[in-house]
């Protein structure tokens, strides 16, 4: 299968002041990398704050790395050893985000006719007067919304409206990749599915490429062909979907698999729980060698001097954990 998008030692810190004359350093995104193959869905999990919303701006260049290389479609878009910065213009149109809070990414001062056309006046300049419209309207058909609605301001409608209204937007310039930043946390659970299955029903038609964030495992599971874990600007865990939620190899991919409820209730008291002690460590001041060891019950001395090796144990299984480098 073709490479759509590849990431290597990937890096995001953010300078902040502590004091006067004090700087520091937030660790938002360290040494990631991952490919995603053309067609398919990469889903993220992770807790809040864990880099995933960082590292999928920074992937699109919103946010420029401090570090790393990122190459797409065999160009490289960015290389920090080369000095390789490409100007990203021409690749707007090719990568979109879809972001997660709707009502913060719509401006409330424009209508949604202007907001999804906004982009096709930079990308396509040669779209005028019936056909700038017909676009318009098409994309909002595209996304179960009508012509009418071209005229509204984004307030008049409802969360769901409000994302799909974000979708448009997205889809507007006929992009190849779509980051999706939590596309549905901000929305009903009766309104997630049919978001997801609407995203779904739009990689089949128009053969995109996602990469999917979401706090929910269980979402992640049903809409991505592979899985991706992080934890404190890290990943530390990579497989297919099926295989990372039947054969979890990192303990905090266990946790996480551990904490998602069963329908049946009786199930859900017999299963075992791998409940994590402390609280998740600061990027300012991450822990030495691996990130995890704080939190992580089978943790070594080893673990608090080295950081672990990110090794593939299983074809396309990934992951870094000392415990299994000796497997």
Same mark, same amino acid.
């Given at each position: 299968?073709?490479?759509? /998008?590849?990431?290597?030692?990937?890096?995001?810190?953010?300078? /902040?002041?502590?004091?006067?004359?004090?700087?520091?350093?937030?660790?938002?995104?360290? +040494?990631?990398?991952?490919?995603?193959?053309?067609?398919?869905?990469?889903? =993220?999990?992770?807790?809040?704050?864990?880099?995933? &919303?960082?590292?999928?701006?920074?992937?699109?260049?919103? @946010?420029?790395? &401090?570090?790393?290389? /990122?190459?797409?479609?065999?160009?490289? =878009?960015?290389?920090?050893?080369?000095?390789?910065?490409?100007?990203?213009?021409?690749?707007?149109?090719?990568?979109?985000?879809?972001?997660?809070?709707?009502?913060?990414?719509? +401006?409330?001062?424009?209508?949604?006719?202007?907001?999804?056309? #906004?982009?096709?006046?930079?990308?396509?300049?040669?779209?005028?007067?019936?056909?700038?419209?017909?676009?318009?309207?098409?994309?909002?058909?595209?996304?179960?919304?009508?012509?009418?609605?071209?005229?509204?301001?984004?307030?008049?409608?409802?969360?769901?409206?409000?994302?799909?209204?974000? =979708?448009?937007?997205?889809?507007?310039? #006929?992009?190849?990749?779509?980051?999706?930043?939590?596309?549905?946390?901000?929305? +009903?659970?009766?309104?997630?599915?049919?978001?997801?299955?609407?995203?779904?029903?739009?990689?089949?038609?128009?053969?995109?490429?996602?990469?999917?964030?979401?706090?929910?495992?269980?979402?992640?599971?049903?809409?991505?062909?592979? =899985?991706?874990?992080?934890? !404190?600007?890290?990943?530390?865990?990579?497989?297919?979907? @099926?295989?990372?939620?039947?054969?979890?190899?990192?303990? @905090?991919?266990?946790?996480? !698999?551990?904490?998602?409820?069963?329908? +049946?209730?009786?199930?859900?008291?017999?299963?075992?729980?791998? /409940?994590?002690?402390?609280?998740?460590?600061?990027?300012?001041?991450?822990?030495?060698?691996?990130?995890?060891?704080?939190?992580?019950? @089978?943790?070594?001395?080893?673990?608090?001097?080295?950081?672990?090796?990110?090794?593939?144990?299983?074809?396309?299984?990934?992951?870094?954990?000392?415990?299994?480098?000796?497997?």
């Amino acid at each position: 299968m073709k490479k759509l /998008i590849e990431v290597e030692h990937l890096r995001k810190y953010f300078r /902040i002041k502590l004091g006067t004359l004090k700087y520091g350093s937030i660790q938002a995104v360290e +040494d990631v990398s991952f490919f995603i193959y053309v067609g398919e869905t990469l889903g =993220i999990v992770g807790e809040s704050g864990c880099g995933k &919303t960082t590292m999928g701006r920074t992937l699109l260049r919103l @946010y420029n790395p &401090t570090s790393g290389r /990122i190459v797409y479609d065999g160009t490289p =878009i960015y290389d920090s050893e080369k000095k390789i910065s490409v100007p990203m213009l021409p690749y707007r149109k090719k990568m979109q985000i879809i972001f997660q809070d709707p009502s913060a990414s719509l +401006d409330p001062r424009m209508t949604v006719g202007e907001i999804v056309g #906004e982009a096709l006046s930079v990308h396509r300049p040669d779209l005028k007067g019936k056909e700038y419209r017909e676009r318009i309207n098409e994309m909002l058909d595209t996304v179960g919304l009508n012509s009418e609605h071209a005229n509204r301001f984004p307030h008049e409608f409802s969360g769901g409206q409000q994302q799909r209204v974000g =979708i448009a937007r997205a889809l507007a310039v #006929e992009p190849e990749f779509i980051v999706c930043d939590e596309p549905i946390s901000a929305l +009903d659970v009766s309104i997630q599915s049919q978001v997801v299955n609407m995203l779904e029903d739009l990689q089949q038609e128009k053969h995109l490429t996602y990469l999917f964030i979401a706090h929910d495992i269980s979402v992640v599971r049903h809409i991505s062909n592979r =899985i991706g874990v992080m934890y !404190l600007g890290q990943m530390v865990e990579l497989a297919e979907s @099926y295989e990372l939620c039947s054969q979890p190899m990192h303990p @905090y991919t266990k946790s996480l !698999l551990s904490a998602v409820p069963l329908p +049946d209730p009786q199930k859900t008291r017999a299963k075992k729980r791998l /409940i994590l002690e402390g609280d998740v460590p600061s990027p300012l001041n991450p822990p030495t060698g691996c990130r995890f060891h704080t939190r992580c019950p @089978y943790a070594t001395e080893e673990c608090s001097q080295r950081a672990p090796v990110w090794k593939e144990y299983a074809p396309g299984h990934f992951a870094a954990c000392h415990a299994l480098e000796g497997k």
